[in-house]
């Protein structure tokens, strides 16, 4: 038996989803189902992921033959086993394995993503969905701070008075342009890296500042001789 429906999501797209059921009769038969052996396989990996992601997300396993809810992994939804799925008049494609990520409204308000996975027999009829709901409300405010704080509109430009003899962020600017030409970062930069560095500051004449050697020497994680000898040999060969 085969039933469609189309499912409005709460992004406003429709997706339109299509299952093989069982059929009334398979229902009844005697023996255990398909699903009842194979979804309790599935339940410590919906435990696994919500240990990976916690406290947000929460996984519920669908029982398709029996349309009830299974297994609930950090219950957010407030279900509870045996709740109905209301999946009976939905089919899925036989190829279709994952629906989403889509989006959805929680019990109070709160914006969640959702994906739902079919998961098969090894004949391949659908017999349950595992949905992976990971509530994204505290993200979204974490970026709205963040948003925030690092909003540039209330930023002056820098006070020249302030800045014209700063060696310090002379270097600090140089240094950075440096590393982003060459797609490098601090952490990266072998002792050849710093001594072409050392040099390039040099002829920029950024150790013209007392206390520039210190500085760089500091920054680059090395010894302060270290830096007084690249400058030797380099004022040597001038």
Known sequence: MTKARNLKLASGQTAELSVKLPSKRAVKRSGPQPSAELLPRYSAIADGIVLLFPPYTEVVI?????QTVVHVANNQSKRELGDE????????DPDESVIGPYEKLGWDGRKIRSVSIVVRSDAGHAIG??????????????????????????????????????????????????????????????????????????????????????????????????????????????
């Open 129 to 238: 969905v595992m949905c992976i709901n990971f509530h994204i409300a505290a993200l979204e405010q974490a970026r709205q701070a963040l948003d925030l704080l690092l909003s540039s509109a209330a930023l002056q430009p820098q006070p020249e008075k302030l800045f014209q003899d700063d060696w310090q962020e002379r270097v600090n600017i140089f240094l950075n342009h440096w590393l982003q030409e060459r797609k490098l970062a601090l952490s990266m930069l072998t002792r050849e890296h710093k001594r072409a560095l050392i040099e390039a500051l040099h002829e920029e004449g950024a150790f013209k500042g007392k206390s520039a050697a210190n500085y760089v020497a500091k920054v680059l994680s090395i010894g302060r001789a270290t830096v007084f000898n690249y400058l030797k040999e380099l004022r040597g060969n001038e």
């Open 85 to 92: 799925s209301s999946l009976d008049d939905i089919e899925f």
């Open 62 to 66: 669908h029982d398709l033959s029996t």
